[in-house]
């Protein structure tokens, strides 16, 4: 039988990875948190954004942990990317940074990343396995500059989702013609590139976001007024995440 993580299983797997830094690395001393996501997100909605830039308590620990943050009076960012999500909802909406380190820069983040892409790997692979755990049926993918790391960049493959983007078609008809990017992961890439460089693939083989479907989503500064997700858009894609699994074509 799969033995159901605990909670702080991923913090554990976060602290043996970091530990293998060298010391005085950029990524030893940046300090880390994890989010602890209950089991009531399983199967339901998970939203991912790039690392914390600044303590959820207001106050900086170089190693912690917190509770899912929508519930309606958390950190002022949670409050404002979690604006679309109804209060009924927001107990079945977990969050999860790629990178747990600190940083108010995403760009010192990301050179920190180039040239160290090894050992960023097993970073990535604690997160993706808890997105795995976690399996969502909705993924919202709040940061642009993750997307090469989810496999969505044909010359770029970690993580290794294979997307399909849906059709405007088959989405619900307050979501056509918005310019919104939704997609439905088919499973992992399978392409030659993806052979050499996947960085996780379970024991079983089996890709548990299989169906899920995906909103590439940005910050809404970045987003016009056609793009920016409303409670309705967000009710919408839920029920669409519910029952996607029978367009076959997709998957």
Known sequence: MRRQKNVMDLYQDYL???SSFPENSYFAKAGFVS???DESVNGNVLITGINPSVPVNGQYVPTSSYPKPF???GHPYFSKLGSFIPEDLMSQCGYLDLFPFYEKEQKTLLDNIRGNEAAIANVIRVAQTEIERIAPSLLIVANKSTYPFWGASEDCVWM???FRKVSEDDLPDSLKNRGLDIRIIKGFRQDELAQREIIYRPQDGVCRLKGTVTVMYSHSRNLG??????ESDFVALYDFSKTVKSISKYL
């Open 16 to 18: 043996e990875v970091i």
């Open 35 to 37: 989010c602890d996501n």
């Open 71 to 73: 519930n309606g009076d």
């Open 160 to 162: 290794g989702y294979d």
């Open 225 to 230: 007024s056609e793009q920016r997700l409303s």
